[in-house]
Nanobody, 125 residues
């Protein structure tokens, strides 16, 4: 059974930095796409950033150049370094995983099979 546990959310002033972590367990596929999506009330969940087992990455246009996704394969952790945060980045951020190397555009993954419980990020102006 796959389990994705996010951490690192919180409240920060505009222009600040946060780093999210997603610890994965029970994920047995050697090829995968993992990453982050976010959601605000009344809006659909949107892709933010994704990474595959080869280290290829994808970002949404709204975060490109400010956010960086990375992974520690030995620890089964995916990170999202968020710099230059803006109030519009305020959302619940969800970790996601797909058991195949299927990187989508704009921070997506095809065939997502698992989601984390989410972590709140609030950026104050």
């Amino acid at each position: 059974q796959v389990r994705l546990v996010e951490s690192g959310g919180g409240s920060v002033q505009a222009g600040g930095t946060l780093r999210l972590s997603c610890a994965a367990s029970g994920f047995t596929s050697r090829t995968y796409c993992m990453g982050w999506s976010r959601q605000t009330p009344g809006k659909e969940r949107e892709g933010v950033a994704s990474i595959d087992n080869y280290g290829s990455t994808s970002y949404s246009d709204s975060v490109k150049g400010r956010f960086t996704i990375s992974q520690d394969k030995a620890k089964n952790i995916v990170y999202l370094e968020m710099n230059g945060l803006k109030p519009e980045d305020t959302a619940i951020y969800y970790c996601k995983a797909a058991p195949r190397r299927a990187l989508g555009i704009m921070g997506g993954c095809f065939g997502i099979s698992d989601w984390g419980q989410g972590t709140q990020v609030t950026v104050n102006s």
